[in-house]
């Protein structure tokens, strides 16, 4: 199956956006940059979830659809909480706004569908979704972030996401 149109956009924005600004001499991806990308792909999946909230009766796609909202949110308030202490303003870049384009297209997408059509794209972006934003965690947001506490809470991100991906991999796989 192929990867929803979202997750291809949101991985070019996330892995190449910063190798392609690398390669044009532009300066690399700062702290502020990082926790607006971050706030945003949190931002999303819980906008995400709320409308899966909305739409599904599935009881396991319901609870997945919980679990996103709860433990995004948390995340997201926990780095408006750092960037507060920090004393950082998340910058609006490029790649967030790639992000938040690509969310709109996806849940225009989803709107259109109902019943298990729904339930089945749903999970499957899902997939999709934590598969990117995990690979751009680890490969590009965790290894530019400067700040030890951004570091910090992007690597603990990181590892609650990777657990949504196995459990999305196995809602998508008891959907089909």
Known sequence: MNKPLFALVLGM???????????AA?????????????YTAGAIDVAAAK???QKSHDPAVRAFAEEMARDHAAVNEQ???LVKKLGVTPED???????????AAEEKK???????????AYAANEVAFHQTVNGALSGTLI??????ELKSLLETGLKLFQSHQMHAEHLAQSLK
């Open 13 to 23: 924005a996330l892995v190449a956006g910063p190798a392609i600004q690398a390669r």
């Open 26 to 38: 532009a300066p690399a991806i700062n702290d502020a940059q990082i926790a607006h990308i971050a």
């Open 51 to 53: 409308q899966a909230l």
């Open 79 to 81: 780095a408006l909480a």
């Open 93 to 103: 870049n490029a790649t967030s706004q790639s992000l938040s384009a690509a969310a």
């Open 110 to 120: 989803l709107a259109a569908l109902d019943g298990d059509a729904f339930d089945q």
């Open 143 to 148: 290894p530019s972030a400067r700040n030890a």
